[in-house]
């Protein structure tokens, strides 16, 4: 597990299409603000679902 110690103005949960979708609007809402998108990935991971990992049935 990885420890975050930055400070946000947002926190999304997830990097799946949702979250990153959500946080770009957020910034785009409010320019300036602090937006961490926590994934469960972790650092090196897969940070999120969008594009399909090694053995997966998705489409590419
Ligand atoms: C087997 C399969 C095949 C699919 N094939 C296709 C396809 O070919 N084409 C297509 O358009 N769609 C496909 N889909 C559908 C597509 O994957 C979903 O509609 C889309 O990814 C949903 O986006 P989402 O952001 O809601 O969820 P996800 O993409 O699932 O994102 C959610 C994210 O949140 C993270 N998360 C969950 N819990 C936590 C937590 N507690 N803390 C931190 N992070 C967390 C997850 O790790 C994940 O990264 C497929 C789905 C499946 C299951």
Do not use: K, Y
């Not at 997830?14 to 409010?30: C, K, S, Y």
């Not at 972790?42 to 998705?58: A, W």
């Amino acid at each position: 597990m990885t420890e975050i110690t930055e400070t946000a103005d947002f926190t999304v949960i997830g990097a799946g299409i949702v979250g990153l979708a959500t946080a770009v609007e957020l910034q785009r809402r409010h320019p300036g603000a602090r937006v961490l998108v926590a994934g469960a990935g972790g650092p090196g991971g897969r940070c999120c679902n969008i594009l399909p990992g090694p053995g997966s049935v998705r489409s590419p």
